[in-house]
């Protein structure tokens, strides 16, 4: 039966599925899939219209790890605890470019990428104008959320719930900022960032809430409170800021669903509902994260 969204990207030890068709097999486990095989068609999903894609690409890669794509040149990456790669969906070559920990990447322009490596602790510069070069590294306490431009790189210490602002050169830190709260374990806290013009927006799992902050100065400016046990990612599109929230080891107040916060009224407009979490394997559970 198929159970996912089309259009997604799904990458997995041995290989990355672009624009594939994820599915569930009887046993109720994601499968994948083999290329250029035609798939079923599907045309809701959660009462929300999908597409079908009628082939699926393959290309081998050489770790897992998350994807992030450069415009110019047409370019998808790979970070990941195993290294950075580059993939050329064009011949279906992976073209690895160090063996350094580091998961989190964002653009800057056509010349610049950041990475940061959560288990590493640490903070990347590298020019991809051409050949990919590592050109700063710099300490950083358990880095997660990145967001960047010209003039500033914003980093979020994960574990503290904290906001770091380093110099995007040097890559030192010039400025903390405590926004949000860790879990009670002090485990998880401030998380992804992403900008809405040159607005600063932050996920804090531990609240869980969406903070609207000054882009230069990190200054809160609005927080949304999401109303759940629980949140993963912040992805922006034209209908606003999509999170999940609920809970994923349990939903006994049944709100398991997408969120969208509309930034221009700096609150929580739409939500969809997905699947309890009761029905699912206990492994399932534990994949939940951002919508893409």
Not at 91 to 96: C, R
Not at 177 to 183: H, Q, R, Y
Not at 212 to 224: F, H, I, K, P
Not at 230 to 241: I, K, N, R, V
Request: include cysteine; hydrophobic fraction near 40%; aromatic fraction near 6%.
């Amino acid at each position: 039966m198929i159970t996912a969204l089309q259009r997604v990207t799904t990458l997995t030890a041995g290989s990355v599925v672009v624009l594939a068709l994820v599915g569930c097999n009887d046993a109720g486990h994601q499968a994948a899939p083999d290329r250029d095989t035609a798939v079923a068609s599907v045309e809701h999903y959660l009462d929300l219209p999908v597409e079908t894609l009628e082939d699926v690409d393959t290309v081998d890669v050489p770790f897992p790890g998350l994807l992030a794509v450069q415009t110019e040149p047409d370019r998808v990456w790979l970070g990941a605890p195993d290294g950075l790669a580059w993939l050329d969906l064009d011949d279906a070559e992976a073209h690895i470019v160090d063996r350094v920990p580091g998961a989190y990447l964002t653009f800057v322009g056509d010349d610049t990428l950041y990475r940061a490596g959560f288990q590493a602790q640490s903070i990347a510069k590298y020019d991809v104008s051409g050949t990919p070069t590592e050109v700063a590294r710099g300490k950083v306490h358990w880095p997660l959320g990145l967001a960047a431009n010209r003039h500033v790189l914003w980093v979020t210490n994960h574990r503290r719930s904290l906001l770091l602002r380093l110099d995007p050169d040097s890559l030192k830190t010039t400025r903390k900022l405590k926004i949000g709260e860790a879990d009670a374990e002090g485990v998880v806290g401030a998380s992804d960032l992403v900008w809405v013009g040159d607005r600063l927006w932050m996920l804090s799992i531990g609240d869980p809430t969406v903070y609207e902050l000054d882009g230069r100065s990190g200054a809160r400016l609005r927080e949304v409170t999401l109303g759940a046990e629980d949140a993963g990612g912040l992805t922006p599109t034209t209908a606003g800021l999509w999170t999940w929230v609920g809970d994923r080891y349990g939903d006994a107040r049944g709100y398991q669903s997408l969120a969208l916060v509309n930034p221009d009224v700096g609150r929580v407009t739409s939500r969809v509902r997905l699947r309890d979490p009761s029905t699912m394997d206990e492994d399932q559970r534990g994949m939940i994260a951002a919508p893409i």
